[in-house]
């Protein structure tokens, strides 16, 4: 994990951290990405999607908050979910260059998408 941060450039949350070192990359409401995820997340790790939409958004208006924040997932139009600076959750819509805030953490996020039955 270390390593990660130190290649990404971050801090990854504290309550992040905590769900990935308990369940690893999981659906939770939403697909959260990890180094090891379960098998219907697909392959790519946070350190995968984080690299990939830097590289694919350097021009936008929002790489900025790509470049010191780190990609826990995607929307259903391939939108990134990310974690800023100050742990809250956004995500960017690469057709209008918005930022929008989803959760003021990353435990509020979790506890606004998934539904227990």
Not at 62 to 71: I, K, N
Request: glycine share 10%; charged share 25%; with cysteine.
């Amino acid at each position: 994990m270390a390593g990660a941060q130190e290649r990404l450039n971050v801090s990854f949350h504290e309550n992040y951290v905590r769900f990935i070192r308990m369940f690893g990359g999981a659906y939770a409401g939403l697909a959260v990405h990890a180094f090891s995820n379960g098998s219907s997340l697909g392959k790519e790790t946070i350190v995968d999607l984080t690299l990939e939409f830097r590289e694919q958004f350097k021009e936008s208006p929002f790489a900025e908050v790509l470049r010191t924040g780190y990609v826990i997932s995607m929307d259903g139009s391939g939108d990134p979910i990310f974690i800023d600076q100050e742990g809250k959750v956004c995500i960017c819509y690469h057709d209008t260059g918005e930022i929008k805030l989803l959760a003021d953490s990353f435990e509020m996020l979790i506890e606004d998408n998934f539904y227990e039955w």
